[in-house]
């Protein structure tokens, strides 16, 4: 981004100051962070009011800052943009210099592997475009038009996250980004106590259409049967399947875990075999939509299955690490649902990599009200795996703790608050011949196992 102070009020439809000479190069929420060239976006809030830290953010080479209009003694002697709402402002601006990209962008939201599938499709196309996409958690109403206000003129494609907790919040982020395809990867119960229920989910994650342009494409989970009927209804979309099942549009056919990561066979819009550096079929599930994307963007079969080899997910998504004592830990603790914990026991459950399994499980947070019945419910699959462990960790895992007990499994542990015990017993116990799965939500902080435990 490079645009005139000037013309950036211009978009706003506001007054100014300074505004002649000033060229804004970037935009900043945060003096910490702030770039030499940023116009500083200051919000004010019932503990940090923004304003303080304008001088500061000059200091640090901002070129102008908005200010609100109702805030008092505003500075004389630097380029201001007056407004109204800062967070307003912001969206604004960015909607405006989305405006100016001649570049394809891709919406993706789902309950589970945002992250992931955001990753793949990235990966696969960065040696062919020059692409942009989220970094971090930036997937909300102030995350999203930062990372579009980020975006260099001469982007090819830039992959947008957008995440969200209650209805209306997809649709405003796809209505700003107005995304030429767009991804829906699936339906889980993250957030089920704010929706209601999963249908509620899949009406709120289908709202990644609302700003579908004219003649895009909506990519989504084939084996989901709750976003059929918003598919079939929705006049004149155009959509692609792509899951497990026969009949979709590109269906996988074969799939097993390799030492280099989820080797896998597709058909229908796509065909042949393929690599991802990561484990489970979740994954090679978002990884279709990373084929998908890339195929209708014009590259071949042979160079997607080249890309997809060299991708890099964004760390703790079924991630493969090496513990010092042997033992390969499969790190997927960056957050968990049910849908999502199902899916790596059953990686767990069918991977032949080692002899000696483990499970490291921690809280499913935001589930609401039936919390207790879908961490109770994770029993009748652990049920089924030929554990040498389980290892639960958090006040919500006790309820599974009790129900395992009452079916008599054996090698079962909890610990409320205390990772230290679940350590010591994987220290102890695990070797070279044994594979761990680290799985719980965020808040739980289950790397915390591997701090000491990695291979130097």
Not at 303 to 320: A, F, G, H, V
């Amino acid at each position: 981004m490079r645009r005139q102070l000037k013309e950036l009020a211009q978009w706003l439809n506001a007054d100014g100051q300074m505004l002649e000479n000033s060229i804004v190069t970037g935009v900043s929420i945060d003096t910490r962070t702030i770039a030499p060239g940023d116009l500083f976006i200051p919000f004010r809030g019932e503990q940090v009011n923004g304003h303080r830290f304008v001088r500061q953010a000059f200091e640090k080479g901002a070129a102008a800052s908005l200010w609100l209009k109702d805030e008092p003694d505003a500075p004389q002697d630097l380029p201001l943009i007056f407004v109204d709402d800062a967070e307003k402002a912001l969206q604004q601006i960015a909607k405006s210099y989305r405006y100016l990209l001649d570049c394809k962008i891709i919406g993706v939201t789902g309950s589970n592997g945002k992250t992931s599938t955001k990753d793949l499709i990235a990966g696969v196309l960065s040696p062919h475009f020059k692409v942009k996409k989220t970094e971090g958690n930036f997937n909300n109403e102030l995350g999203l038009p930062l990372t579009l206000l980020s975006l260099e003129e001469d982007t090819e494609v830039a992959v947008l996250e957008m995440g969200m907790s209650g209805f209306g919040e997809i649709s405003f982020l796809s209505e700003m980004a107005e995304p030429h395809f767009a991804v829906i990867t699936n339906i889980g119960e993250a957030h089920m106590q704010d929706l209601g229920s999963r249908e509620g989910i899949a009406k709120a994650k289908f709202e990644i259409i609302d700003g579908l342009q004219d003649g895009g494409i909506l990519f989504y989970d084939g084996d989901e049967p709750l976003l059929k009927p918003f598919v079939e209804s929705a006049n004149g979309l155009f959509s692609v399947s792509f899951g497990h099942q026969n009949g979709l549009d590109l269906s996988i056919t074969d799939l097993y875990a390799s030492d280099e990561g989820s080797r896998f066979t597709i058909s229908g819009k796509v065909n042949g075999t393929f690599t991802i550096p990561v484990y489970g079929s979740h994954q090679v599930k978002n990884a279709l939509a990373a084929i998908l994307i890339a195929n209708e963007l014009g590259m071949t079969a042979d160079q997607i299955r080249e890309s997809l080899k060299n991708c890099r997910l964004t760390d703790m998504r079924m991630q493969p690490v090496l513990a010092d004592n042997g033992a390969l830990y499969i790190n997927d603790a960056y957050n968990a649902a049910p849908t999502s914990m199902s899916a790596a026991l059953n990686f767990l459950k069918e991977t032949a990599l080692r002899s000696e399994k483990w499970v490291v499980l921690g809280d499913m947070l935001e589930l609401g009200d039936d919390e207790r019945y879908y961490h109770e419910s994770i029993a009748d699959q652990l049920g089924t795996l030929s554990l040498n462990g389980i290892l639960l960790y958090g006040p919500r895992m006790k309820w599974l703790f009790e129900k395992l007990q009452q079916s008599g499994q054996p090698n079962v542990y909890w610990s409320e608050t205390d990772i230290e015990p679940i350590v010591n017993v994987l220290s102890k116990d695990t070797n070279e011949n044994s594979i761990v799965l680290l799985k719980g939500s965020r808040g739980m902080e289950l790397e915390r196992v591997l701090d000491g435990m990695l291979a130097k």
